[in-house]
């Protein structure tokens, strides 16, 4: 379980998943099936229908509904033909039906001519844009994986890091011992969500597991129960874990607030240094209570600082009475 830098790719997804996980028939455009996916914005096309080309998104899925096919019956046949052909752009991932509408003859055959694949499906158009906004988000969400381990504790989401054999996997196993909850051994996948959030789940391959040396993998959920695991949890703090060096000056305060960058997005970082005799889940604990308080805006270092900077000053204004004292006594 070494630490790991973070490899993110462009996320993208064909037209043919799409298909499979909502189960969408294909009217035309069989061709265009592997044509990617690469925005989860979608588009309804009522402007273009009207004649209104300007800005039109050509990138996005089209999904046409009752009031935009209502419209287009109206059409002329050769203007109808016409729209429909420019609707089905080269770059356009596909067009959707939504409530069961009828394709007309024209857009049939200018998917079929394109390879843009026409789609049909009887949800309705407001519900399926949001299955597929909510789908799409998902999917297409910026992405890396880590090397470490996550864990719930108190509520909140804490990924631990650092060296291969360190300690990782032992501490998220008293974790789980004391009531906390294990979303991710070794592997964690990490999404960012449209609102910034970092959200890490375990890779379907060892979800539930937890890798112990000299014991091997354990099922978490076999052994501690259902309550021990979680599938994924939003990441709010990240506990690196290094071995002790007596060289180096750890704060012993807590004013240094450090902050460690995943997917362009900044989470506070706690560095804890390991040495024998320190219980490691105790401390892990203890971090998520504090980052909690300081979520309510109780900062104990801030406090010690404040209430230091007031004796300070205290003093200084002794001495200087003091010495006005003397001055007073020997003049």
Same mark, same amino acid.
């Given at each position: 379980?070494?630490? $790991?830098? %973070?490899?993110?790719?462009?996320?993208?997804?064909?037209?043919?998943?799409?298909?499979?996980?909502?189960?969408?028939?294909?009217?035309?455009?069989?061709? $265009?099936?592997?044509?990617?996916?690469? *925005?989860?914005?979608?588009?309804?096309?009522?402007?273009?229908?009207?004649?209104?080309?300007?800005?039109?998104?050509?990138?996005?899925?089209?999904?046409?509904?009752? *009031?935009?096919?209502?419209?287009?019956?109206?059409?002329?046949?050769?203007?109808?033909?016409?729209?429909?052909?420019?609707?089905?752009?080269?770059?356009?991932?596909?067009?959707?039906?939504?409530? $069961?509408?009828?394709?007309?003859?024209?857009?049939?055959?200018?998917?079929?001519?394109?390879?843009?694949?026409?789609?049909?499906?009887?949800?309705?158009? *407001?519900?399926?844009?949001?299955?597929?906004?909510?789908?799409?988000?998902?999917?297409?969400?910026?992405?890396?994986?880590?090397?470490?381990?996550?864990?719930?504790?108190?509520?909140?989401?804490?990924?631990?890091?650092?060296?291969?054999?360190?300690?990782?996997?032992? *501490?998220?196993? %008293?974790?789980?011992?004391?009531?906390?909850?294990?979303?991710?051994?070794?592997?964690?996948?990490?999404? !960012?969500?449209?609102?910034?959030?970092?959200?890490?789940?375990?890779?379907?391959?060892?979800?539930?597991?937890?890798?112990?040396?000299?014991?091997?993998?354990?099922?978490?959920?076999?052994?501690?129960?259902?309550?021990?695991?979680?599938?994924? !949890?939003?990441?709010?703090?990240?506990?690196?874990?290094?071995?002790?060096?007596?060289?180096?000056?750890?704060?012993?305060?807590?004013?240094?607030?450090?902050?460690?960058?995943?997917?362009?997005?900044?989470?506070?970082?706690?560095?804890?240094?390991?040495?024998? $005799?320190?219980?490691?889940?105790?401390?892990?604990?203890?971090?998520?209570?504090?980052?909690?308080?300081?979520?309510?805006?109780?900062?104990?270092?801030?406090?010690?600082?404040?209430?230091?900077?007031?004796?300070?000053?205290?003093?200084?204004?002794?001495?200087?009475?003091?010495?006005?004292?003397?001055?007073?006594?020997?003049?």
């Amino acid at each position: 379980m070494e630490d $790991g830098r %973070e490899e993110e790719a462009r996320r993208s997804i064909p037209v043919r998943k799409l298909v499979e996980r909502f189960r969408f028939d294909v009217l035309a455009g069989e061709a $265009g099936l592997d044509r990617p996916v690469v *925005t989860g914005d979608i588009h309804r096309p009522g402007l273009a229908v009207a004649g209104y080309f300007a800005h039109h998104p050509v990138r996005r899925i089209q999904v046409l509904g009752k *009031t935009e096919m209502t419209f287009a019956a109206e059409l002329a046949p050769e203007v109808r033909q016409y729209r429909f052909a420019k609707l089905m752009h080269p770059a356009t991932p596909c067009l959707i039906l939504a409530h $069961g509408v009828e394709a007309p003859p024209e857009l049939v055959a200018a998917a079929a001519d394109r390879a843009v694949p026409l789609l049909s499906t009887p949800i309705k158009t *407001t519900k399926l844009i949001s299955l597929l906004t909510d789908f799409l988000d998902k999917a297409l969400a910026p992405r890396t994986t880590m090397h470490g381990v996550l864990v719930e504790v108190y509520g909140i989401g804490i990924l631990l890091i650092g060296q291969s054999g360190i300690g990782k996997s032992e *501490t998220a196993l %008293e974790l789980i011992k004391r009531g906390h909850r294990l979303i991710a051994d070794d592997a964690v996948e990490i999404l !960012k969500t449209a609102e910034g959030e970092l959200i890490g789940e375990a890779p379907p391959l060892i979800e539930n597991l937890l890798e112990i040396r000299g014991l091997g993998i354990l099922n978490v959920m076999a052994l501690f129960g259902a309550g021990a695991i979680r599938l994924r !949890k939003k990441i709010s703090l990240v506990v690196r874990l290094e071995f002790w060096d007596s060289r180096k000056r750890y704060d012993r305060l807590g004013l240094d607030e450090e902050k460690i960058r995943i997917l362009d997005t900044e989470l506070p970082l706690v560095v804890i240094p390991v040495r024998p $005799g320190r219980n490691l889940a105790v401390i892990v604990e203890v971090a998520a209570m504090h980052y909690r308080l300081k979520l309510m805006g109780i900062h104990p270092a801030r406090e010690f600082a404040e209430r230091l900077d007031r004796v300070i000053a205290a003093g200084a204004e002794e001495a200087r009475k003091l010495a006005r004292f003397f001055e007073e006594a020997y003049d």
